[in-house]
């Protein structure tokens, strides 16, 4: 094969939006050829989960407690399908966290701090989190009190974190 009928290669930067075209035998006073390439537009679609995305990112601290409550869902859906007995794990401790701040009250009380009510609500959202799961792993995650409780337990933890962060 003749050295002029094979096309040459040229090495073309990566990301490169210019297209050479070699001439073609026969064509030598041939007006070069150009090629328009637009770069396409990002679907609707994309467009909205990236800005969703972004927002989401851009908030992650403010709504942590919102995406720790779906992740406890899915994980307390799997529990409930592979190892039920977990029941039993989770009953007995729902109510740790309260007593933890009862000890805590009784033996240290200068532990305690200068606003008490914010452990007491912790203690509480943390004892009817455990209890929620606890509950959740023997029912079923789809037993329509349990999911309302859920949504309840999630608007109040939220709406505890974002006033507990406002007030530092």
């Known amino acids: 094969m003749a050295r002029r009928s094979r096309p040459h290669t040229v090495q073309v930067p990566q990301g490169a939006t210019t297209v050479r075209i070699p001439t073609q035998l026969g064509a030598k006073n041939a007006p070069p050829v150009f090629v328009v390439v637009s770069e396409t537009r990002?679907?609707?679609?994309?467009?909205?989960?990236?800005t969703v995305g972004g927002w989401a990112w851009h908030h992650?601290?403010?709504?942590?407690?919102?995406?720790?409550a779906v992740l406890a869902y899915g994980l307390v859906t799997v529990?409930?399908?592979i190892a039920p007995w977990m029941v039993f794990v989770l009953a007995p401790a729902a109510p740790v966290p309260l007593l933890g701040l009862w000890w805590t009250r009784a033996k240290y009380p200068?532990?305690?701090g200068e606003r008490p009510g914010r452990l007491l609500t912790t203690a509480v959202l943390a004892a009817g989190a455990v209890g929620w799961a606890a509950a959740t792993v023997h029912y079923g995650p789809l037993t329509a009190p349990l999911a309302w409780a859920w949504a309840g337990l999630t608007v109040a933890?939220?709406?505890f974190w974002l006033v507990v962060r406002r007030s530092k």
Do not use: F, M, N
């Open 42 to 50: 990002p679907s609707l679609s994309s467009r909205i989960a990236r």
């Open 60 to 68: 992650r601290a403010a709504w942590a407690p919102t995406g720790y």
């Open 79 to 81: 529990v409930h399908v």
């Open 110 to 112: 200068e532990r305690i």
């Open 157 to 159: 933890a939220q709406s």
